[in-house]
């Protein structure tokens, strides 16, 4: 399943992750600090979803969330039922 999030408040403008069976293999964050955001993505691929939010939430850079914060809120957005 690929997760596209645009964000708020943070240096990155959109994060695209892919989630397969409750476990991100990929994540791409498009602008923000780029040496930062490769290595939020390479320590969250082949972690499960749950565990990744309850790591990354709450992580404040710049006012209160930042591009980790940001990539957790996409990952409970994605845990949420889309209604019809």
């Not at 290595?39 to 082949?46: E, H, S």
């Not at 499960?48 to 939010?53: L, N, Q, S, T, Y």
């Amino acid at each position: 399943m690929l997760v596209t999030y645009e964000t708020s408040g943070s240096c990155a403008t959109r994060i695209d992750i892919e989630i397969e069976d409750g476990v991100i293999t990929g994540t791409q964050f498009y602008n923000g600090c780029a040496g930062n955001t490769q290595a939020v993505a390479a320590l969250v691929r082949g972690m499960a979803v749950g565990e990744a939010i309850q790591r990354l939430k709450g992580i404040a850079c710049q006012g209160n969330t930042s591009c980790p914060d940001q990539l957790a809120r996409a990952l409970e957005k994605s845990l949420t039922p889309t209604n019809p």
